[in-house]
Structure formats: structure tokens, C-alpha cells
């Protein structure tokens, strides 16, 4: 899961030490996790705001509380803290905070995702483009929204039915089918006019 450097676990506790607040620890979480802008924090966790549902870690000096839903995208996360001349550096890695392992247990929607982020975009962002999924419907329907030069594409419907939904079905037999969402209307930065 999760491993915070002993020289990370020092710094860390001196910091929590500093506020001078009877049990406070350290948060982290995962803001918009599972897309290309997630990002990977750390901060002050007061008592009064600790979550019941949060995966708590007692380190050298302080706990360290993990928001539930950002544990599949702060797998294998390390946080460590370097000496150095004029100070130090505490750096995070969480290399699937933007998009997390999936297994034979991962939901629909983390299937799906990591097909649009590994299989498809690639071949989109040649063209200046890229496809997100904004959610699953009751019916198993993958609702779609393209960005950049797919959107307002006059070829966006070829994408769709031809290269994004022929790949998400091939690979995810549950899936019954795409919709787009995108408002298409603004063709500014399309591929295709």
C-alpha cells in the first residue's frame, strides 16, 4: 500500500510536533483521482476532522489517515524526504493516482477507465483528443465525453462507433454500449471541420 520513509515519518512528525495539537496526524488523499489532473496530498488532519471510514496507519510519531477512496490510487505510494543544503524535499509518488491497477475485482467503471487512459487516448491524442468516462448507467451503457480535437470532430461519430465502442466491448463483455455527451456544437480546436 502505502510507505512513508523513515526520514519522511521524522519530518512529518516534527511537522504534526509544530502544531501543537493533541492528536493531530497527517491526511492523504487523492484530488480527482483516476483522471490526467489527480493529484496526491498530504495534510493536517485535526482530530475533529478525522474520518470513521479513513484506513489509519500509526507511523513513528503520528497517524497517518488515508481516505478511503483514494486507496486503490495511492497503491504502491511512496512518500519520502531528502536532506538537503538549503532545507529538504518531501516528494510523493503514486504512480496510479491518475489512473489505478485494475484485477479480476475492479468495478465496471475502473475497467472502463483504464481502457480509455491505456488503449484508446493514445490513439486520440495524435489528433489533439481524448475521451473520458463521465458514468455507467443502470443499463450498463458507458457514457462518454471527448475532449479536445474530438471535440465538435466531424468524424466523432466514426470514433465512437467504430474505434471506442468496438475496443470497450471487445475487452469488457458487460458493457452494452457508449453515449456520447459531448456538446459537439463548439468546433474550435476539432481535428476535422
Not at 512513508?4 to 502544531?19: H, I, K
Not at 505510494?77 to 489505478?100: C, R, S
Not at 471527448?146 to 465538435?152: A, K, M
Amino acid at each position: 500500500m502505502v510507505t512513508v520513509s523513515e526520514s519522511a515519518q521524522s519530518y512529518l512528525a516534527q511537522l504534526v510536533n509544530n502544531q501543537e495539537v493533541e492528536g493531530m496526524g497527517v491526511r492523504m488523499f487523492v484530488t480527482q483521482p483516476g483522471t490526467k489532473f489527480a493529484e496526491t496530498c498530504l495534510a493536517y488532519c485535526q482530530p475533529d476532522d478525522f474520518v470513521d471510514d479513513d484506513e489509519v496507519v500509526q507511523l513513528e510519531g503520528f497517524k497517518l489517515f488515508i481516505e478511503k477512496k483514494s486507496l486503490p490510487f495511492l497503491d504502491e505510494a511512496f512518500v519520502d524526504y531528502a536532506e538537503e543544503k538549503m532545507g529538504g524535499q518531501l516528494t510523493i509518488k503514486a504512480p496510479n493516482a491518475k489512473m489505478p491497477k485494475i484485477d479480476e475485482n475492479s468495478t465496471l467503471e475502473e475497467r472502463i477507465a483504464y481502457i480509455l487512459v491505456t488503449d484508446i487516448n493514445p490513439g486520440l491524442a495524435s489528433h489533439g483528443g481524448e475521451v473520458s468516462l463521465v458514468e455507467l448507467t443502470e443499463d450498463n451503457i458507458a457514457v462518454l465525453r471527448f475532449g479536445g480535437g474530438c471535440q465538435g470532430c466531424s468524424a466523432v461519430s466514426i470514433t465512437l462507433k467504430d474505434g471506442v465502442e468496438k475496443r470497450l466491448l471487445e475487452v469488457i463483455p458487460d458493457l452494452k454500449g457508449v453515449q456520447d455527451v459531448t456538446d459537439h456544437t463548439n468546433t474550435e480546436n476539432a481535428y476535422y471541420k
